[in-house]
């Protein structure tokens, strides 16, 4: 009887609840991009995403989530041609700039700038490594509050030599206060990104 | 209760299947080649998929009648089909076409290395490259020599470019020609570049076959382009034992302006203290160089830039007489310029771009050459081939340029581009007594199309027309190239050109009653380019007319052929933090020019040269290590007799294989408040005996031309504060 409950109970939430289509679409596209195992997975995730910013284009969820969906498949395909899948994320991060320009936004510049950066960063670092630089100034102005400006910039300082500004110590200061930060986070809504405590405490363990 | 869930489950499904139907189908490119990651979508609905690695799309949608089928991927342009979606699966096959755009749409290549971060793809050689290249102390010239096609030319300052002259390879900043890019010759050392490869954020290394907007080079030409407005303030400051600089950088808060100022002194009085020179310095070579700049960002996305230099440099040093072992030549140079660049670019709207460019720069040389006996007093031999070796001269050369390039996009990505230029040379010398003047007006007008066929096929095409006062004659020269992309950062271009030059002022003292000297450049290559890695191969052919001869009379019955092949080969990849390349040049030249009394290959010439230049990073010691081997076989070398109408052939022979290894490393560590770069470098590490040439005495015996030490060591501390200059060097490991 239990079952049976449940499946019409999760019947009608699927029929009543979709009095918002486009939730339960954002629902499902996080539940493939938490499942998602291979980059051909997040590419199927990045595309659902920007199928649903298509249709709304007063949204800039979808193309945030499509954005970062896009640009994690650099990572996890070692083949990936990382210009090419910056060139795809920085093409629907704008697109979601269109509808507004926030902290979140910058941050995912910050991450596909530093991605781009590591194909040759002893030649690329003066042009991407500023672009990231910039990308976190402007996530700041945007929001100061956001913890995961200070997990990107304790991430990228933690694989920087100490004698060019990086290293443990100083990226640890920012690890703790992204964990700081993230104690008192609140997404604005549950479809709102909130990724980034556990890697924070993952930094913050590297740095010990 | 089971039956019922599965009763429930079934109901269920099953109206969600009926409510749905399936799309299925291929993405294929225009060249019909299986697609996969490319989005399909229906228009307007969430419904969707993406193509797999067999090029095979399917989903499911809800939306029914008729719908837009959206496809679109990275790179190409998006197709749409209007489908009428029904009850039964729907099968489709899209095929997208490449959209054309400049970082992926082949680059006219031939001739030419490309160096900054312009174009991802064409880049050969970066700032940073030029000073952490082994041996080559930071002269952009010396880094160069190390790319396939330069000479390695010891005794003169200059690019040997494929068979041509050191005169043949002209230098140009931001567009405009630069008049005297190296410090003042001195006889049988060659001396180094006036400016500092921290000025330009790219450099193009044409070694043939380059565009229309540039002339007056009959070889090479090295494309320099200044940097825009620097990221960030700062203050910084050079220690040496050879010299001491310091300099400002001021960025304006809203990053919109820029200027800066730079001093420095050079002085070898203690260098030569303690390594020995084979010449007696008299006066140990001393400079003051001082720069200023200021740039500044227009409302329209263009920039003002302006940069000017003051240098003067005084060196005097003794030599055995090549006729008399118990006499010495004294050489005296002082040396006075003054340099200055304005250049604007501008967006004008409607696809219109426009350059401008304006320069002026005088030079000023007294020199003087004196036999003197052991106690340096001047004497008179009463013979007259070491008496006429006496001189005194005083030069000055002005050059003024303006210069202005007009750019207009047309469909796609193609251009064209047109403009002109015009060049006032003014240079006055007084040999001994003997007065020299020449006054030149040179007017060029250009035109050039890039025209982008297809994302696979390129073109330029452009012509030059040439004016100059003082020859009193025009030139027309055009230029065509053509690249073709074979596949995945592969290419072939292939690039047809004659070029112009008029004679040196050296000749034309004698007379003006010359034409100009003509080379016709034919160039094949292929380019393979990932981001790590390139590969190059290029085979030439130049033919030399119209150059210039000095006996038995002044003129243009000169000839002469240049043809080879050159390989190149870079690599960041292969190694983990190693990034080394390898150039190799072959060279088959030969020609008639000046005395030569029939085409014979010049002695700046060299069959064989080749270059391995190796570059590591060590994180964890914040140390660079640089090595720059370099391999040469012999040049040649003659002794040109006059014999009643004509030179003869006197004595002949090749020089000893070249070989050099250079070495640098570049410590980079905090220093207090500012930023440190400890640099040590060496030339010629292996103490590799090293012959350029012979000079002949009045009866015949011949002498080495060698450096004027076995090698030159530098240990320099930079120091910067604001800015991370050391962060141009960061680890490969982010």
New interface residues.
């Given amino acids: 009887m239990k079952q049976v409950l449940v499946i019409i109970s999760m019947f009608i939430a699927g029929m009543v609840a979709a009095q918002s289509k486009y939730e339960t679409a954002m629902g499902r596209g996080l539940e493939q991009l938490q499942a998602a195992k291979t980059a051909e997975d997040m590419t199927t995730a990045s595309a659902f995403f920007e199928r649903v910013g298509d249709a709304e284009k007063d949204k800039w969820l979808p193309y945030y989530y499509a954005a970062y969906c896009n640009h994690l498949t650099g990572w996890m395909n070692p083949k990936a041609d990382k210009d090419k899948v910056a060139e795809k994320s920085k093409d629907l991060i704008a697109k979601a700039e269109l509808v507004e320009r926030n902290s979140e936004l910058y941050c995912l510049r910050q991450m596909v700038a530093v991605q781009q950066m590591t194909v040759d960063a002893m030649s690329r670092y003066q042009t991407y490594g500023a672009e990231a630089n910039n990308a976190l100034e402007n996530a700041k102005k945007a929001d100061a509050s956001n913890p995961r400006i200070y997990l990107l910039q304790g991430q990228t300082l933690l694989r920087t030599p100490e004698a060019f500004g990086g290293g443990k110590a100083v990226s640890k200061k920012l690890a703790e206060k992204s964990i700081e930060l993230f104690k008192t986070f609140k997404p604005a809504s549950p479809l709102h990104p909130s990724w980034g405590k556990d890697e924070a405490d993952k930094l913050l363990e590297a740095c010990q | ?1 089971k039956k ?2 599965i009763l ?2 079934t109901v ?1 499904t099953t109206g969600w299947v009926n409510a749905q139907v399936r799309l299925t189908g291929k993405v294929r490119d225009n060249r019909n080649h299986i697609m996969a ?1 490319a ?1 399909v ?1 229906v ?8 193509s ?1 690695s067999t090029g095979h799309f399917s989903f499911k949608t809800f939306e029914k009648g008729e719908q837009t089928i ?1 496809v679109s991927n ?2 190409y342009k998006s197709v749409e089909q209007k489908i009428a979606i029904g009850v039964d699966t729907v099968e489709m096959l899209f095929n997208l076409k490449e959209e054309v755009n400049e970082l992926k749409a082949v680059t006219v290549t031939a001739g030419s290395f490309e160096a900054g ?1 312009k174009k ?1 793809a064409a ?1 050969v050689l ?1 700032s ?2 030029v000073v952490t290249t082994g041996g080559a102390n930071a002269d952009i010239s010396a880094v160069v020599k190390t790319l396939p096609g330069a000479q390695q030319v010891g005794e003169q300052e200059g690019l040997f470019v494929r068979g041509g002259a050191g005169y043949e390879t002209k230098q140009f900043i931001d567009g405009t020609m630069v008049n005297n890019p190296y410090f003042s010759s001195v006889p049988d050392l060659a001396q180094r570049g006036r400016f500092s490869p921290f000025l330009f954020k790219g450099t193009v290394f044409s070694t043939g076959g380059y565009s229309a907007l540039y002339g007056q080079a009959l070889s090479s030409a090295l494309i320099l382009e200044s940097i825009d407005i620097p ?1 960030r303030s700062e203050a910084s400051a050079s220690f040496s034992p050879i010299f001491v600089g310091g300099g400002l950088q001021e960025i304006a808060k809203d990053k919109k302006s820029s200027w800066g100022v730079r001093y420095d002194y050079t002085n070898l009085a203690a260098y030569f203290a303690i390594v020995k020179q084979t010449p007696d310095y008299f006066k140990v070579p001393e400079f003051h160089a001082a720069d200023a700049n200021f740039r500044i960002k227009t409302k329209s996305g263009g920039i003002i830039k302006y940069y000017t230099t003051f240098a003067t440099n005084h060196l005097g040093l003794r030599r055995p007489n090549i006729d008399d072992a118990t006499l010495k030549n004294a050489f005296a140079l002082k040396n006075t310029n003054w340099y200055n660049n304005l250049s604007w670019r501008e967006n004008l709207g409607h696809g219109w771009k426009m350059n401008l460019g304006l320069s002026y720069s005088t030079d000023h040389n007294d020199i003087s050459n004196h036999i003197q006996n052991q106690n340096n007093a001047q004497v008179s031999t009463g013979l007259v081939w070491i008496d006429s070796t006496n001189f005194t001269a005083t030069t000055r050369a002005d050059l003024s340029q303006f210069k202005a390039v007009f750019d207009k996009r047309l469909s796609g990505i193609s251009v064209i581009r047109f403009g002109g230029e015009y060049m006032y040379s003014y240079n006055k010398g007084l040999y001994n007594t003997y007065n020299s003047l020449l006054k030149d007006h040179f007017k060029a007008l250009f035109s050039e199309a890039d025209l982008y066929i297809t994302n696979d096929l390129a073109g330029k095409v452009g012509v030059r027309v040439e004016q100059s006062s003082l020859l009193n004659k025009a030139n027309i020269a055009p230029r065509l190239s053509l690249a073709y992309k074979t596949g995945q950062g592969g290419q072939m271009s292939i690039a047809y050109g004659t070029f112009y030059q008029k004679p040196e002022n050296t000749y034309l003292y004698a007379t003006t009653n010359f034409g100009y000297t003509k080379a016709t450049h034919y160039i094949i290559n292929y380019i393979k380019n990932t ?2 890695q390139t590969f190059r191969v290029e085979a030439f052919y130049k033919k030399y007319q119209d150059l210039v001869k000095t006996y038995p009379a002044y003129n243009n019955d000169g000839s002469g052929y240049a043809k080879g092949i050159e390989l190149y080969w870079r690599d ?1 990849k292969s190694i983990k933090n190693l ?1 080394y390349w390898i150039s190799y040049s072959y060279l088959d030249t030969k020609r008639d020019y000046l005395n030569y009394p029939a085409q014979m290959q010049p002695n700046f010439a060299a069959d064989h040269t080749a270059s391995l230049v190796m570059k590591r ?1 060590v ?2 010691w ?1 140390t660079g290590f640089n090595f720059t081997y370099t391999y040469a076989t012999g040049r040649p070398y003659y002794l040109l007799v006059k014999n009643g109408a004509k030179y003869n052939i006197a004595d002949q022979g090749k020089t000893i294989d070249y070989n050099t290894l250079g070495f640098s490393l570049n410590y ?3 220093m207090g408040k500012a930023y440190g770069v400890i640099v040590f470098s060496m030339t010629n590490v292996l103490n590799s005996n090293q012959v350029f040439g012979y000079n002949y005495g009045h009866d015949g015996h011949k002498e080495a031309i060698t450096t004027a030490a076995p090698r030159f060591i530098f240990l320099g501390l930079f120091l910067s504060w604001g800015v ?1 200059r ?9």
């Fill in positions: 209760m019922l869930t429930l489950l269920l990651g989005s979508q228009k307007g609905s969430y419904d969707g998929g993406v797999d959206v990275v790179g971060d991802r880049t970066s940073l490259d990221d981001a790590l960041k990034d990073f994180t964890q914040n980079l560590q905090n991370d050391r962060q141009d060097a960061i680890n490969n490991n982010l």
